[in-house]
């Protein structure tokens, strides 16, 4: 078992888990309990050095309440000389080969093997007194490999278009999980980061443009989500290479209700008492006002419907497992009339009554999933969406005559009516 307390020693907010933590230590065994202690050196420019005294005084914090580290992680943007992790050792009362230096590098996946290289795992094993081999980590080394390799290939400029856009931490599994299915097909990822509610005033449309392909994220609230439609529909006419993902799948619906089947009133019931709900809530939400502990959260199954996209994403398996976390779902009364004028819902639930995927019929790729498939990715093993994704934003990428990708000023706003203004 791993336990991560965050923070900062002497945070007193942090109090209460590191008691825990000496507390954990007292009632198992020592031998079976092992600290590590992260800790940041910080650079001096005007002397060249690093200053180990902030580690110093953290790590007698810890032992003022009764946590004795038994690791030391040296954080530090420089190079750490063998005096200083010794200084570390002597002052802080832990082993020299237990005070591990870990420079900021520019690929985190590659962490994992400087840890392995120094020694930790030796360590930490010899400590434990567990019994386990040398690990293989030749595959996980060629992964790095691979990744480092993609770092200099063409790029692929991705534009992901969501709400928390000046947070990127928000989206960081949808970020990784580009980057998984980038670096495994050969392509330097490039993502543009574009905040759905400039969209709306009529900003952020040159860099829509040179994107490659759209991803929508999810999100909640009604607060740029006329910003996600325009994209849906900027994707959806120009044939762009389009992933929905949650709110991504329902904006790409409400975007088809609206300029596919004339629906002018469609919307989602979350938003708004909508003439044409295309997204509502689901059946067993009806009539509940707390919103705590009501959505659909964790894995279910989706079965996949043979010959679509998605089918094929998923090398045509007959279901999926899948994480959820949505209360609102595609409206089935308008089920029908989608799929007659080229809506696929190439994944449903079990039973039939949730629809799980969406996908436009004469699209490249145009896809929507109302779970969250970035949950799910692995740097050894990319979710099969966002691979199939990456690679038809690949071929739009090198389908494109030269003078339009370096155009990224194409798009004339005209083209998409303003949504806001209808609404008003």
Excluded at 95 to 114: G, H, N, S, W
Excluded at 325 to 330: L, T
Excluded at 405 to 419: L, M, S
Aim: hydrophobic content about 40%; overall charge negative.
């Amino acid at each position: 078992m791993i336990v991560e307390v965050g923070g900062t020693v002497g945070d007193i907010e942090g109090q209460p888990f590191l008691e825990a933590i000496r507390q954990m230590r007292m009632n198992v065994s020592r031998h079976d309990t092992l600290c590590v202690h992260v800790t940041f050196l910080p650079y001096i420019g005007a002397t060249g050095e690093l200053k180990t005294k902030p580690t110093q005084h953290s790590v007698r914090d810890l032992r003022s309440i009764g946590i004795q580290p038994n690791v030391i992680i040296a954080r530090t943007d420089y190079p750490v000389s063998q005096d200083v992790t010794d200084k570390i050792a002597l002052f802080c009362d832990v082993d020299k080969e237990a005070v591990i230096p870990l420079q900021t590098i520019d690929l985190l996946y590659e962490v994992p093997l400087i840890l392995e290289d120094a020694g930790l795992g030796n360590y930490l094993v010899e400590q434990l007194q567990l019994e386990v081999g040398k690990p293989d980590l030749s595959e996980w080394r060629n992964l790095v490999k691979r990744m480092r390799a993609a770092k200099q290939a063409e790029p692929l400029r991705i534009a992901v278009v969501g709400k928390y856009v000046e947070l990127h931490d928000a989206y960081m599994s949808v970020k990784e999980a580009l980057f998984h299915a980038a670096s495994a097909q050969n392509c330097r990822l490039e993502i543009e980061w574009i905040y759905s509610g400039d969209l709306e005033k009529e900003k952020g449309w040159d860099r829509l443009a040179s994107a490659h392909g759209i991803v929508v994220p999810g999100g909640f609230g009604y607060r740029g989500v006329e910003g996600k439609i325009m994209a849906a529909r900027y994707a959806r006419e120009r044939k762009i290479p389009y992933l929905g993902l949650c709110l991504g799948m329902q904006v790409m619906c409400v975007e088809f209700a609206r300029n596919v089947l004339g629906l002018e009133g469609a919307n989602s019931s979350e938003f708004e008492s909508a003439e044409h709900p295309v997204i509502d809530l689901m059946l067993e939400q009806r009539g509940i006002t707390d919103m705590g502990g009501t959505m659909r959260l964790g894995l279910y199954p989706c079965q996949l419907q043979p010959g679509t996209v998605a089918a094929e994403a998923y090398h045509n398996v007959p279901e999926v497992q899948e994480r959820h976390r949505h209360r609102f779902e595609f409206n089935n009364a308008y089920r029908t009339r989608f799929d007659q004028h080229g809506m696929a819902f190439s994944g449903l639930s079990p039973d039939g009554e949730l629809v799980e995927i969406a996908e436009i019929k004469d699209h490249p790729f145009m896809v929507g999933s109302q779970f969250h498939p970035e949950f799910l990715s692995r740097p050894n093993q990319p979710h099969p969406l966002f691979l199939a994704f990456v690679r038809a934003a690949a071929q739009r990428r090198d389908a494109l005559p030269q003078e339009v990708v370096n155009n990224a000023n194409g798009f004339v706003r005209k083209d998409v009516p303003d949504e806001t203004e209808r609404r008003k």
